[in-house]
């Protein structure tokens, strides 16, 4: 019986190391710190989540990092998981308003929808291990020109 204990002891182990792993599990190569400062026509967007979504690898989804914009727009991701950063790579990135923590206490700034629209985001982050700071520039007249 001690075997079976033993291999079940392993198994278990196995399955703690995966699950604590999280964002930096699957072979995922991290920049553990990530922040930036996000602006509408050079104000800064308060109350808002900024969403880091990785382009999408064939074996597997890498993980979404995300944070909320304080009062002068600066965010800090962090994965589903709670560990800081984002997965080294490009991104499509989405600045989601009116979704935060303090939706009651701020006002909702007007950021154009383009903005939170996967498909049609025109926010594209390469994430690389040594720079730490992106700073997103939005503008009111996005997705409103003409084709």
């Known amino acids: 019986m001690p075997a079976k204990s033993l291999g079940t002891r392993r198994w278990l182990a196995a399955v703690l190391v995966a699950l604590a792993a999280g964002c930096s599990g699957d072979n995922w190569v991290m920049n553990e710190q990530v922040d930036g400062t996000v602006k509408l026509d050079g104000k800064p967007v308060a109350n808002a989540v900024v969403e880091f979504v990785p382009s999408v690898d064939t074996k597997k989804q890498a993980p979404v990092s995300r944070g909320t914009t304080d009062e002068k727009g ?20 989405l600045v989601l308003t009116g979704r935060g923590e303090d939706d009651a206490k701020q006002p909702v700034s007007a950021v154009p929808n383009v903005y939170s629209n ?21 503008t009111a007249k996005a997705g409103s020109e003409k084709k």
């Open 74 to 93: 600066h965010f800090v991701l962090e994965c589903d998981n709670k560990k800081s950063g984002a997965v080294i790579g490009k991104h499509s990135v």
């Open 118 to 138: 996967l498909a049609k985001t025109p926010l594209k982050i390469d994430v690389t291990a040594d720079k730490h700071t992106y700073d997103l520039d939005l």
